[in-house]
């Protein structure tokens, strides 16, 4: 019998003594959050390895729904009573009016803890110190549809890095994420969404996406721009968030209706669901 290999080896490998400690920690933080009450964990083992991953199903005895390069999903079986909205969440419904796409389909809108704490590994496009805002401060499932803010990390988010009120942070942090969920479910005039299947394509394996951000970024700020508070929180997140995240300012006088054209021919596949093809057709 071989040893099977300890580390999938498409991941650069973290130390044993590494893994072990982040298992340490994360099962230190995950039972302190009153056994499992949060239906979702997005917590940070580094660059995943196999043994991590092995192990801490074993240790939390969870599913563990994906092992990408960076973030890990764990996810409980408990159901938590949801907070299901559609069209009547306010914040979803500006998105879409914003947008001018209708949504009818359910979108679920939860609260949970977050890990915002755990380091973030550096990355393609993410330097030392950068944070995302997905994974981090809030999530678009699109499986799911539904929408995870991480409320303690925008707390701590709001105590350290910047000086705006975490009321303000979560409502801009919720429009990225709706502006996503909308790009998805958001149905145009002849009543078509984005196929599940092309919108998880969309970018390729980049990840963060650039076009991802830059769309999500894009309806949030003509969501935001009128008003004065949220506007600026979303210009002091982008100082502190990695590439992706800042693309969308060279798209800022170009007109919705132009955005929305493009998204839409992307959506359809007339166009190819990549950054660069989004630019040249932008500007
Ligand atoms: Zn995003």
Not at 59 to 69: F, P, S
Not at 180 to 197: E, P, Q, R, S, Y
Not at 201 to 222: N, S, V, W
Request: proline content about 4%; overall charge negative; aromatic content about 8%.
């Amino acid at each position: 019998m071989t040893d099977a290999p300890l580390y999938d080896t498409e991941l650069p490998s973290i130390s044993d003594r590494d893994a072990k400690e982040k298992i340490d920690r994360l099962t230190d933080i995950i039972k302190l959050r009153t056994a499992f009450e949060e239906e979702l964990f997005n917590v940070y083992v580094g660059r995943g390895s196999v043994a991590v991953c092995d192990q801490l199903q074993q240790q939390l005895e969870i599913g563990i729904e994906k092992l990408t390069n960076i973030p890990v999903v764990l996810k409980t079986n408990r159901q938590r009573p949801g907070t299901t909205f559609g069209a009547t969440h306010p914040t979803i419904a500006k998105i879409a009016e914003v947008m001018r796409f209708v949504i009818e389909d359910e979108i679920r809108v939860d609260e949970v803890p977050g890990f915002q704490h755990l380091r973030q590994p550096e990355g393609e496009y993410r330097e030392p110190g950068m944070l995302d805002i997905d994974e981090v401060l809030g999530s678009y499932f699109p499986e799911d549809q539904r929408i995870v803010l991480y409320v303690d990390a925008i707390k701590d988010y709001a105590g350290q890095k910047i000086k705006v009120s975490s009321d303000i942070i979560t409502e801009v942090v919720l429009r990225h994420e709706a502006a996503h969920a909308v790009i998805h479910l958001g149905k145009d005039a002849d009543g078509n969404i984005f196929k599940l299947h092309d919108y998880l394509r969309l970018d390729g394996r980049e990840k963060p996406g650039r076009l991802h951000e830059t769309l999500a970024q894009l309806f949030c700020f003509h969501s935001v721009n009128e008003d004065a508070e949220l506007s600026d929180c979303l210009h002091v997140l982008c100082k502190y968030a990695p590439a992706p995240y800042v693309l969308w300012d060279d798209f800022r006088n170009v007109s919705l209706e132009r955005i929305r054209d493009i998204l839409i021919d992307i959506r359809r596949n007339r166009l190819h669901g990549d950054y660069e093809t989004f630019a040249r057709n932008a500007l």
